[in-house]
């Protein structure tokens, strides 16, 4: 009787590993695969609020994200270093104070994080 029960219990114990594997592979493999601009918008748009204040092409509040994307291409500045609070501003000095509101939410946000708002604001410049 007590093989049995051990028995049951082995079957039992194989039985919802598998399930459990089969559930991980399932869903990993329903995961939509993401472009850095795709990623970038997201938190442009929703986890940086970003979009509150910088619009494609125009400047409202602060400079446009095209405005953004053309001045750091041409000056070669690093946007990740600024979003981390370690660079000084090379667009719009002048606004700066608005922006520092938002280095409490860029400040903690992972290198991926970032790279991926930088991605997505670059995306506005124009394909040579």
Known sequence: MKQIFVLLL???ALSCGNKQETKTETTSAELPEQSPEEFGKILFDSRGN????HK??????APSIIEIARIYKEKDGDMVSFLQGKEDPI???DRFAVMQTNFSITKNMTQKEL???VAYIYSFTPKE
């Not at 494609?56 to 509040?61: F, G, L, W, Y």
Request: hydrophobic letters at 60%.
């Open 10 to 12: 082995a079957l039992l």
């Open 50 to 53: 970003c979009f509150a204040c």
């Open 56 to 61: 494609p092409e125009q400047a409202v509040i």
């Open 91 to 93: 667009v719009d000095p």
């Open 115 to 117: 790279e991926a708002i």
